[in-house]
């Protein structure tokens, strides 16, 4: 029940397309749901994130789209650029299933993007 | 310090041996978290503090983990007798509060031979 399932496993993107990552989760007490971004040798770092009060959030280049009812969420990455070659990985919590705090994640198996030039 | 700090960013050990990871999180910040990453997959949380007190430590595996954060900044994650399916990078995060986002830190790449 607190597993969140990630495709693809990898993508790979031409220099100006779009990339579209998705996620789906079975926990529907879930209630706060980050993208994260990882480069090789770091750890990961906070992209974007939602509530599952709104439908969608964007910010730049990048969106996230929610569809509660499916149970599922995505990270769409608009012209997408050699440097955003990285691995995503989608998350989700909840506090109140027993959670503790919004910084105990549930993450996706990951998604290594590489664009090309 | 600017970010989370953890020490050191590599470390090889025989099998049965005790280790230990530390890591440094960002001045004031509350809650600090441990996950393990293993190659190829996402980070697995394993013990978040609130302060000096282990507020969830269900996610350590076993009795051989355990972890400390005694005046309520610094942690250090303790593994005993260690086996080579511990193998994995230990990552640490923390935030200013347990509903704030958390910021990670680089990892230690722990390898057992």
């Known amino acids: 029940q607190q597993q969140v399932k990630q495709s693809p496993q990898s993508l790979i993107v031409q220099k100006g397309g779009i990339s579209i990552i998705n996620c789906a989760y079975e926990?529907?007490?879930?209630?706060?749901f980050p993208w994260y971004q990882q480069f090789p040798g770091k750890g990961p770092a906070l992209l974007i994130a939602i509530r599952p009060d709104v439908s969608e959030k964007k910010e730049g280049r990048f969106t996230i789209s929610f569809n509660k009812s499916a149970k599922q969420f995505s990270l769409h990455i608009m012209d997408s650029q050699p440097g955003d070659s990285a691995t995503y990985f989608c998350a989700a919590t909840s506090y109140y299933a027993g959670g503790t705090s919004y910084g105990k994640l549930t993450f996706g198996q990951g998604t290594i993007l590489t664009v090309h030039p | 310090g600017a970010g989370v700090s953890q020490t050191p960013s590599n470390k090889v050990t025989e099998k049965g041996k005790y280790v230990e990871l530390r890591c440094d999180p960002i001045?004031?910040?509350?809650?600090l978290y441990w996950y393990r990453q293993s190659l190829g997959q996402g980070p697995e949380f394993l013990i978040y503090f609130q302060g000096t007190g282990a507020a969830d430590d269900s996610g350590l595996p076993n009795d051989r983990f355990f972890a400390v954060r005694p005046e309520g900044s610094v942690s250090t994650l303790k593994i005993q007798r260690t086996e080579r399916g511990d193998s994995a990078v230990y990552l640490c995060?923390?935030?200013?509060?347990?509903?704030?986002?958390?910021?990670f830190g680089q990892g230690t790449r722990l390898t057992v031979v």
């Open positions: 001045s004031g910040h509350t809650a």
């Open positions: 926990n529907t007490a879930f209630d706060y």
């Open positions: 995060a923390s935030s200013l509060a347990w509903n704030t986002e958390a910021f």
